[in-house]
């Protein structure tokens, strides 16, 4: 199976596309959003670290692009006559990644961000040639190592995968050291006044020292939230960025609502740790849930959606409108309508020491950060569904084996045909039914495990170091803490599974489909009762809610 990771050998083929060249045409329509500037040999255009960073067009003269690395500056490009600056951070008025300096004497065409976003959204061609340029070049700043953060850690430290986790599934590049191998390690460790105890360490802009920062730090010294507003009364509030709020915030934002977006992790929710996805409408070949998402998420930036990532909702006050969506931390946002696409979470196994092997040994996520851990190892996949199925087929790639564990007898109502074909027809992937694991067992992580086979009663220890949970969900829906309707396991009920008396305070219609016992509160994905728990399905519930939302408000 061919590698979903591009390679910077797959960068310089398109080349074209990274580092394009426009036409006097091109610029001329450019030049209707923006202003020419003169610069001096030596001018910063932008640096690293910086907000709000304007987009340059060259209309004369050299505009180099370099990495800070300390006092070092590495070369990423230099743009000419007819190109254009910046990456996806633009879409976002998020912090710079990279250095920009007039080689030259230049001429240039800068346009704010408010002028970059009407460009964008307004002309199809240059939209096109732009989104595909910034795109690119995000993946290869991500494939360079190539941002503002650098991470210390150990792959025996749980906390070193989380936060490389955060910083991966939000597309957020950086350059990893690791205690355990780097010869260079003490000298940086010195050089921070930091130890091998305060690991995992980040290091954003080459000077501020965070030690085992929680992925709210993170995010706030990385600039990731800098289009959060609290202040304002959104149109609409999104609770979940998985494939059904992200869906939501597409469509809501191309058409016209004010759509902020709250996510916990990062965008994609489980969909975003699948490996491979190849049951999705027009990707015959396959897509990674971390590709789907970023694609999704750069379609609602350039929209002109907002996120606002690790930030968890913790409470709804649903006293009156606008709602009120509390945040862990204090924080809150105001918003006419809501949209619940907060997802549900794979169940932890219910086995002692279970905690104490989180990340050093029990994985929630199968993607190529857990399987370099893994290596040529055997490893365990706990769950029926289709992620297992993916997390398989994607690990039996590198691992020795892979052993499937489910409770039932088979695989039929529970995963895609496709894919238990694969699994039947490989080598190196076992299926074992009706088992369970029971004991795991290691010191600093996990090193051996015993299963029961249920329809034998035989116990088996085996020296496995790796299992990957991904069996049953239960939904993320505590914070709304009773202000909607739910079933016996914490679902959402919607639309036509309530009766016309539960439309909501004072209103005198029966709820919308999607719309929960709260008017102008929906619910979409795998948070509502009844969903088809499918990455599709999520999609178009997500995208179909926004017609309603449209209808609720103007009732």
Known sequence: MASLIPTLSDMEKRSSQLWPILDERQ?????????EQKLSAGSLLFDEGDFGVPF??????????VHPLGAVEEPITVHTAGQFSGEVTLLTSGRALVRGRAKTDVTVLRLEHTQLRSLIQTDPELSEIMMRAFILRRVGLILGHQGDAVVIGSRHSAATLRLQEFLTRNSHPYRYVDVDVDADVQAMLDQFHVGVTDIPVLICRGDKVLKNPTNVEVADCLGFNAGMDTAAVQDVVIVGAGPAGLAAAVYAASEGLNALVVESMAPGGQAGSSSKIENYLGFPTGISGQALAARALNQAEKFGARFAVARTAVGLDCSGVPYVVRLEGGQSLRARAVVIASGAEY??????????FEGVGIYYGATFIEAQRCGAEEVIIVGGGNSAGQAAMFLSQTARHVHVLIRGETLASSMSRYLIRRIEESTNVTLRTRTRLVALEGNDSLESVTWLDERTGVRESRPIRHVFTMAGADPNTAWLHGCVKVDDKGFVITGPDLKKSEGGPGAPRAP????????????????????????????????????????????
Request: glycine content about 12%.
């Open 56 to 65: 340059f067009v060259i209309l004369s003269g050299e505009v180099e692009v």
């Open 347 to 356: 169940r932890k196994l219910d086995i002692p020491n279970r905690e104490r």
């Open 27 to 35: 610029i001329g329509r450019i030049a209707r959003f923006g202003v």
């Open 512 to 555: 919308l489909q999607f719309e929960t016992s709260l008017r102008n509160v929906f619910a979409v994905g795998d948070a509502r009762a009844g969903s088809v728990k499918r990455v599709a399905a999520g999609v178009g519930e997500g995208s179909a809610c926004v017609q309603l939302i449209h209808k609720a408000l103007a009732g």
